[in-house]
Nanobody, 115 residues
Framework: QVQLVQSGGGLVQAGGSLTLSCAAS????????MGWYRQAPGKQRELVAV???????NYADSVKGRFTISRDNIKTTVYLQMNNLKPEDTAVYYC?????????WGQGTQVTVSS
């Protein structure tokens, strides 16, 4: 089992920045990829960014050049640095950890970007 605790998020004006973090504990030796998803009201949950154990990353086109995902393998923590935020980035952001057997999800954190 893997437990995830998210922190960060909140309210920011357009053009501002926020950082999300997600700390994993438990059976972290099984972790493969770590990432972030988001879900806006009335929309499906979508991938924001993902990072592998080796550091390879993948981003949604809508956040490329503005968001940066990073990972501390010793602390098994994943971060999402969000710059130049836009109102359309408003959503609940979920941390995701994928092992070889299943996915785990964080509790979610609200990010609201005002125009």
């Amino acid at each position: 089992q893997v437990q995830l605790v998210q922190s960060g998020g909140g309210l920011v004006q357009a053009g501002g920045s926020l950082t999300l973090s997600c700390a994993a504990s438990g059976s972290t030796f099984n972790i493969n990829t770590m990432g972030w998803y988001r879900q806006a009201p009335g929309k499906q949950r979508e991938l924001v960014a993902v990072i592998t154990t080796g550091g390879a990353t993948n981003y949604a086109d809508s956040v490329k050049g503005r968001f940066t995902i990073s990972r501390d393998n010793i602390k098994t923590t994943v971060y999402l640095q969000m710059n130049n935020l836009k109102p359309e980035d408003t959503a609940v952001y979920y941390c995701n950890v994928r092992t070889f057997t299943r996915d785990y999800w964080g509790q979610g954190t609200q990010v609201t970007v005002s125009s």
